[in-house]
């Protein structure tokens, strides 16, 4: 088959899912991973032909792709911060908004000091980093700010063998990055003794059961459910332990981060100011909505 006719009847197969442009975008994307084409191959090379070996795995491709499988889940990964992670269905997918709490995070980082002196590119920075799924804010926190030692917690074991087993190692022989730590814990009823931290990250459960009827079938059917949802009658339940695990492992001084629901941002960060914490703001994304809370334990 021509590249150029793949391309015109998979978009067409993919708008019963997606708008058009997205669905062009995606069986681009996913003719320049198997194939190794460019973009713009179709267009200048009209008579470009998919072998029929690559032809076969690519219409299975579709086929997950029309039952509205993620794309990031067919091809086995997703870009994040600079870097790719492997990703699967025990995972959640990366998203923008949580490349912005990393950004934010390496900001502090390198323009003022953490507790005792702490700053960026000392073998004494720590973070910790709760609800790690895939581990892409505890690898991109350890890779861009060497010297930082980085521990993951998440109560998947899936998602843990996920975290640990992405492979950065061109990046931890060049640099002075030290491998994240991944620990399993509940963090709704463990406890364990983890040490001190500088600075805690956290992107938590935070969909309220009631918005699924707002969401995509590909995030709804495909993605972890475990890893989005919390029940409407208590939608900060997270936070409430995000808090409860930030007063005994912030160092004085340090600051916590956390995603949060966009609908729930004055309740959230009335929450940390109960709990005793100082310097508690609201930052919104980059589309305006309220998206993290900001705060620090007191010195």
């Known amino acids: 088959m021509l590249l ?7 978009i067409e197969k993919l708008q019963r899912q997606y708008p058009s442009q997205e669905a062009k975008g995606i069986v681009v994307m996913l003719c320049e991973e198997r194939l190794g084409v460019k973009s ?13 070996s690559d032809l076969k795995v690519m219409e299975e491709d579709i086929s997950r792709l029309c039952a509205a499988e993620p794309i990031q889940y067919v091809l086995g990964y997703c870009d994040f ?10 995972v959640l997918i990366p998203r923008p908004e949580t490349e912005q709490l990393v950004s934010i995070a390496l900001q502090k980082l390198q323009s003022q000091s953490c507790a005792e002196n702490r700053c960026q590119g000392s073998a004494k920075t720590k973070v910790l ?9 505890a690898w ?31 990046e931890l022989k060049t640099g002075s990055a030290r491998r994240p730590v991944f620990v399993k814990a509940d963090i709704l009823n463990d406890s364990p003794e983890l040490g001190k931290f ?10 309220m059961e009631s918005e699924k009827k707002d969401m ?42 956390a995603e949060i629901n966009e609908r729930l941002g004055r309740e959230t960060s009335e ?12 930052v919104k994304d980059l589309n305006d909505r309220n998206r993290f809370v900001i705060y620090r334990m007191a010195s």
Request: aromatic share 10%; glycine share 8%.
């Open 4 to 10: 150029k006719d793949f391309i015109s009847i998979s």
């Open 40 to 52: 713009y191959t179709h267009i200048v090379e009209p008579a470009y032909r998919i072998p029929d």
């Open 81 to 90: 911060y600079g870097h790719r992670f492997n990703v699967n269905p025990e």
């Open 129 to 137: 980093d709760m609800c790690t799924g895939s581990g892409c804010i």
């Open 140 to 170: 991109t926190l350890a890779l861009s700010a060497p010297g930082c030692i980085v521990t993951g917690v998440d109560i998947s074991e899936e998602a843990l063998r996920m975290a640990a087993g992405q492979d950065f190692t061109p």
């Open 198 to 207: 500088d600075i805690v990250l956290s992107n938590p459960p935070y969909i």
């Open 216 to 257: 995509r079938v590909n995030v709804l059917d495909h993605e972890p459910g475990i890893a989005l949802f919390v029940p409407d009658d208590d939608p900060l339940v997270f936070y409430r332990a995000v808090a409860c695990w930030s007063r005994r492992c912030l160092l004085p001084g340090g600051m916590g981060m």
């Open 271 to 282: 929450l940390f100011r109960e709990a005793g914490f100082s310097d508690v703001s609201v």
